[in-house]
């Protein structure tokens, strides 16, 4: 038996070098044709491999997670590029052609996501401690990527560079009232404010702690009527609105309400409004969420194609006046992310253990490498219904989000509840 598993796990790897110990079982070591890392690893026993063999994607988070799964040599990231590299060899085998469907057969029902199931899920990831987003966001607690002008740029300017981008895409009139969709924590919301103080913002979020903290956030700041979050589905909403916006909250959607979402941006943006979504995106065809991750940190997830989502947009009157694809941003965010979390985890309550700190370990890896390997993307779309209402060229972007960058740097609201 163990002879079968590892002459499958052998079609696997085509990158690099993986040495496997058993329990106390002499090292079995599996070379691909092709250069990569050098990985040694130990299981406890026969049944950590054919969980292995059966569903990687699955198993390594888990054995790590669990302790069961120790890294001999090199460390976690040595392993995830590892992963990484030889994903599409798995993928390619017979074995991975079954353990695909059945994953995209799983993924097409998990992500139905009418609205009670939307709000368990943001409640699953969302509603966790404070603490917790504090040890690893930036003050803004920007849960999204940041835009990099050069790689040495700090976390807390990368977010300011990516706030400043989408609220120059939103071209904000006087007077303009906007919405923004998934508002998070409300450091959007009270940077447009900021940027725009004659703007009304409505943000809506689906996690309670999120819409509490917000609302402090806008007492705190003296803002009420002028900024408002609302615990609410955006299917529930009635106003029209001048600007609408959307980052990261497309990702919770699931594919088979593409179109309705985009159908409420037609039926809820006024006749002269600007949209701008900003949404993780998967290179390739469509394929099922990671189910590691669709297990332990975003039930109800799905990456959307480009063609996913042009398709989705060609059945409403709206239309792209502009589009951005961030291709290696997030990776960096992610390790921004990692490295402060490391930096900080020893001062989270007891309450997240070790075993918790090594998901969120993995997690964080496994997202920077999904970015790394080529697998993902940012894009942002912006929507109109008159093409004429932004400028012909591009070079607007660019000047409004000095203007709006150096605002936010110089004039400061309290972001942060102590």
């Given at each position: 038996m163990k002879y079968f598993f590892f002459l499958i796990l052998k079609k696997f790897i085509l990158y690099g070098k993986l040495d496997i110990e058993i329990g106390n079982d002499p090292v079995k070591s599996i070379v691909g044709q092709l250069d990569g890392p050098n990985i040694h690893i130990q299981i406890l026993n026969l049944k950590h491999l054919f969980l292995i063999v059966r569903s990687p994607e699955l198993s390594f988070g888990e054995l790590y997670m669990n302790k069961e799964l120790k890294i001999k040599k090199g460390n976690l990231e040595d392993l995830m590029k590892f992963l990484m590299l030889n994903y599409n060899s798995w993928q390619s085998t017979n074995f991975g052609k079954i353990r695909k469907y059945l994953n995209d057969l799983k993924n097409f029902f998990s992500t139905f996501n009418p609205i009670k199931k939307a709000k368990r899920n943001a409640a699953h990831h969302y509603d966790l401690n404070d603490d917790l987003f504090e040890s690893f966001l930036d003050k803004r607690r920007q849960y999204s990527c940041g835009f990099f002008y050069s790689k040495?740029?700090?976390l807390e300017d990368a977010q300011i560079n990516k706030v400043s981008r989408l609220v120059a895409k939103l071209q904000i009139n006087k007077g303009n009232t906007v919405l923004d969709i998934g508002c998070g924590?409300?450091?959007?919301?009270?940077?447009?404010?900021n940027c725009n103080p004659s703007t009304r913002i409505t943000g809506i979020t689906l996690s309670e702690k999120q819409h509490i903290y917000f609302n402090q956030l806008i007492k705190k700041n003296k803002l009420t009527g002028k900024v408002e979050c609302l615990l609410k589905d955006y299917r529930e909403l009635d106003n029209e609105y001048d600007r609408i916006v959307s980052v990261g909250m497309l990702e919770h959607v699931g594919h088979h309400n593409f179109e309705k979402f985009?159908?409420?941006?037609?039926?809820?943006?006024?006749p002269k409004g600007v949209a701008v979504i900003h949404s993780i995106g998967r290179y390739g065809?469509?394929?099922?969420t990671n189910p590691w991750l669709e297990k332990y940190i975003f039930p109800g997830g799905?990456?959307?194609?480009?063609?996913?989502?042009?398709?989705?947009?060609?059945?409403?009157?709206?239309?792209?006046?502009?589009?951005?694809?961030?291709?290696?941003h997030y990776a960096e965010t992610l390790k921004k992310w990692r490295?402060?979390?490391?930096?900080?985890?020893?001062?989270?309550?007891?309450?997240y253990d070790e075993k918790f700190s090594r998901m969120w370990e993995f997690y964080l890896l496994a997202s920077e490498y999904f970015f790394r390997s080529g697998g993902g993307m940012v894009f942002q779309f912006?929507?109109?219904?008159?093409?004429?209402?932004?400028?012909l060229d591009r070079k607007y972007i660019s000047s409004l989000e000095k203007k709006y960058s150096k605002l936010l740097k110089q004039k400061e609201f309290t972001y942060i509840l102590n």
């Open positions: 040495n740029e700090s924590w409300g450091g959007l919301g009270l940077s447009i404010y985009f159908q409420f941006i037609e039926n809820h943006l006024k065809l469509p394929a099922h799905y990456l959307p194609t480009f063609s996913q989502m042009t398709h989705a947009i060609e059945k409403t009157s709206l239309k792209i006046t502009d589009i951005e694809v961030m291709r290696l490295e402060k979390f490391f930096k900080n985890k020893s001062f989270l309550p007891k309450t912006q929507l109109a219904k008159d093409q004429e209402v932004v400028p």
